[in-house]
């Protein structure tokens, strides 16, 4: 299983791995989760979904690390698929956001598929995405409960910043009950044997806070 | 840098950021003016001839027998990416069938069974090149190590 792992403490790029999830706690308190992965030359590059079309290489937090417990090489086309997703989203500048995951992918051509019922991806469903395309399920998603108290605060907390449509959109599909899969929840899964349900990732999230609040200034 | 503030300053390619650019990095860019440049005797231009749109298979063979591995699987990426985003599940059918796996990385073959994926029912030769890579990975990586080495990918 592929424990998290503190970039500090185990450096992903010294590491043999090509491609990882990473979690920080932003300067706000929340969780974010992206993608680091290696390329053919320089340090690791990051990929994130931090909104609606903004998916961004730059990544300025101290983070916990960890990659899903598959051969090596399973992980090089996740790398590739960062490369060919982020060279799709300059052409478009176009990423949509939304809730619900019930197993998005990209196309050949780095283009979002969604599938009935999804309106786009979070910080957390993008990484899922991305390793999914590469053959990795990493959660059974299937297992996620509704938490619609929880996801309308978080919506809430968007409102300084989203547009009235996007945040329309997310509490539709709040209403119409999308399950939402929270960073620290896919971290933790990446430290069960994948596919990982539920309750076995969110055993592990409350350690990784912990964790992660070590790394607080 | 606070996350909801950024403003989204995508840069051209990421790999301008790094100061030395490759012969392997050129080729990703030789579309443009830039494909006037490209060191003599090298790299293939593929797209000079549309019925050698395998040939870059040679470069990817090349890079692979360097370690040029992600490189390698760029290249991968992006030629077959510019087949289909073009719509030609012939050509990248063909690509497939030309495959020489012995002369591939582990990591490449896996990179291609998973550019290829979402387009597996345009790509009717897919299927045999899984039944292919199967074989060719039960050989050589042992039948368990196979299976776990091509689990979603098939």
């Not at chain 2, 790299?43 to 050698?52: M, P, V």
């Not at chain 2, 990248?92 to 490449?108: E, I, N, T």
Request: glycine fraction near 6%; charged fraction near 25%.
């Amino acid at each position: 299983m592929g424990f998290p792992v503190f970039n500090d403490s185990v450096r992903f790029a010294d590491q043999p791995q090509a491609a990882a999830a990473v979690l920080c706690r932003t300067e706000h308190g929340n969780f974010h989760l992206g993608i680091s992965y290696k390329r053919a030359f320089g340090p690791p590059n990051f990929l994130h979904l931090g909104f609606q079309d903004y998916l961004s290489t730059e990544w300025n937090w101290r983070f916990l690390w960890a990659t899903a417990d598959v051969e090596p090489e399973r992980l090089d086309p996740v790398a590739g698929w960062c490369r060919l997703i982020w060279n799709r989203f300059l052409e478009t500048g176009q990423l949509p956001y939304g809730i619900g995951w019930d197993g998005a992918t990209f196309d050949s051509t780095g283009r979002l598929m969604l599938k009935s019922g999804e309106v786009g991806l979070t910080c957390s469903t993008f990484v899922l995405s991305v390793f999914l395309n590469a053959g990795i399920k990493v959660v059974e998603q299937s297992t996620w409960p509704v938490r619609p108290e929880d996801d309308a605060k978080f919506v809430d907390s968007l409102a300084s910043f989203a547009s009235p449509d996007i945040l329309a959109s997310l509490r539709r599909e709040i209403s119409s009950g999308a399950v939402r899969i929270w960073p620290a929840e896919v971290m933790a899964a990446f430290a069960c044997t994948i596919p990982a349900h539920f309750d076995s990732a969110r055993r592990r999230v409350e350690d990784l806070a912990a964790d992660l609040d070590l790394l607080r200034p | 840098m606070n996350l909801f503030d950024l403003k989204r300053t995508p840069k051209p390619w990421t790999f301008l950021e790094t100061p030395v650019i490759s012969e392997q990095v050129q080729y990703r860019r030789k579309t443009g003016p830039e494909a006037q440049k490209l060191p003599k005797g090298g790299l293939t231009d593929f797209r000079s001839n549309a019925s050698e749109a395998t040939r870059w298979l040679e470069d990817v063979y090349s890079m692979c027998a360097r370690g040029e591995k992600e490189a390698a699987i760029d290249v991968v990426f992006d030629q077959i990416e510019r087949l289909l985003s073009g719509g030609e599940f012939e050509k990248c059918d063909s690509v497939l069938r030309a495959v020489d796996l012995q002369r591939l990385s582990v990591s490449l073959i896996l990179s291609l069974l998973s550019v290829t994926l979402s387009a597996s029912k345009m790509l009717p030769y897919r299927r045999v090149l899984t039944a292919r890579t199967e074989a060719f990975f039960g050989r050589n990586e042992g039948a368990e190590r196979a299976a776990r080495l091509l689990n979603g990918l098939i």
